[in-house]
């Protein structure tokens, strides 16, 4: 539930107060409360239209490329949603034990776009980059510039010393 007096990054779900405008971390122009609460519930109202089941006549798109495993986990996030996949064994792949078997899972073109948040979601969830500064992704440390930004936590510091002073990266 969002509190209709706050603002709301609808990147990373982060409050904030009335005043501020856009969120320090993905960059982009917070929303109300109340739009937010717009946006799930206009997501709940597309999760129930949806069947949950595949007819034999929608267009496909290729959503994942993975090891069974790991597409079954996904189905079972997906059908939370009430997406359904179509998982396959991949054409022409290697036969001769060189690695896991690799599958391709499909939703329909319709769900497609909703899909790949779900699974994009879930892949920064898994790999922790939620957890860290989109901004600083790219910084490097640069002796030879005034001042260097962690690429861990995205503070700005003098590169006179060989640590960050905020979070004990060390790039010595």
Known sequence: MYDIMLKYCPSCGGEFRPE???CGICEVPLVSGAEMQAKDSEREAKKMGRSGTLTGGEEMVQ???APL???RYLEGM???ERIAVRISAEEGGCKKGCGPPMFVMEVSKVDAQDAARIVEQEYRRMTALDDHLPVAADAVFNPEEEETT?????FKFPPTTTECPDC???FG
């Not at 962690?150 to 995205?154: H, K, N, Q, V």
């Open 20 to 22: 501020i405008q856009s």
């Open 150 to 154: 962690c690429p861990a936590c995205g």
């Open 78 to 80: 997906l059908a939370e």
């Open 69 to 71: 495993a790991d597409l």
């Open 63 to 65: 959503l994942h490329r």
């Open 168 to 170: 004990g990266l060390n």
